[in-house]
């Protein structure tokens, strides 16, 4: 039996919400483990949200759409969870997406969940947190989970394993730069969204959309049922968000009738399986004494150019696997 009641998470109590998630972040393993065991007493109440990845530059508008799209679903009977990746707090200790003055609106509604970005620990830890307190959040009903990242780093891609579908937000100014959005990024994404479709920015919104789907049609699709879309909105003015909606649920509707609604699900878990177990190998490897011991004499070794990196990974993970592995 878990420490929290599983019922008052499935009832949407928010204190006992609040408490799982302390358990899910906590670096504490008999905590963790409470967290785990509650976790897995929720997993058949899991799963049955969209998922909304998005990204985009500061700037772009992503907490204004996000609340003015927010609030519309909730005004449609939804339930709306706003999680956060945010790869600049666990080094600056600061953070870009958690600031409270974001989404007013929707952080003090009753039918919404808006949580800042775990804080601490690396990347992989943060998505960690965040895939678990996505998962307590559909098990306590919220049927729309977005989840949302700056353009930065490697978080991106980390938001996209978590999402069914992956949104990026752009400004109308375009250009052929694509606003520092890597290419890869666009690869992943299931929609385009120019953003501030309004006032003089309209013409310049229009151009973009259609530079965008020239730039997509040299992109290989990554679902075999769905093709990257461009469309444009304004969050400000609240318009574009109605036809939006409209296209994810095409989405979910096209992906579910091929099976590849499931077959992304399924692929995601086990990837995130694997990516837990390269995490902690990778910790558990470098905190093995002997390794740690190494470690700046053979960075330095590699750094003057004495000594092979191939040569050296291999030496460090002989260490490794002699002191594992009796015997080898
Ligand atoms: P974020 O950094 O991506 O979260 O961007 P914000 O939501 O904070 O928005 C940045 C600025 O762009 C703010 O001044 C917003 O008022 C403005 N903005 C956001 N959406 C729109 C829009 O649709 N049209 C216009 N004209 N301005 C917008």
Redesign the pocket.
Known sequence: MSVINPNSIRQGDRRAMAKAITLVESTHPEKLDQGQTLLEELLPDTGKSLRIGIT?V????????IEAFGMRLIEAGHQVAVLAVDPSSPITGGSILGDKT?MQQLSSHPQAFVRPSPSSGVLGGVARKTREIMLLCEAAGYDVIIVETVGVGQSETMVASMADLFLVLMLPNAGDELQGIKKGILELAALIVI??A??D?KTLAQRAVREYRNALQLLKPTRASWKAKVLQC????QTGLVELWEVMQDFREMLKTSGEWEEHRSHQAVRWMWSLIDEELRQSFRKHSQIQADIPRVEKAIRQGKQLPTRAARSLLDVWFSSKIPGK
């Open positions: 985009g500061p700037g772009v508008g992503k907490s204004t759409f974001r953003n501030k309004d006032g920015q304004s969050a400000l003015e």
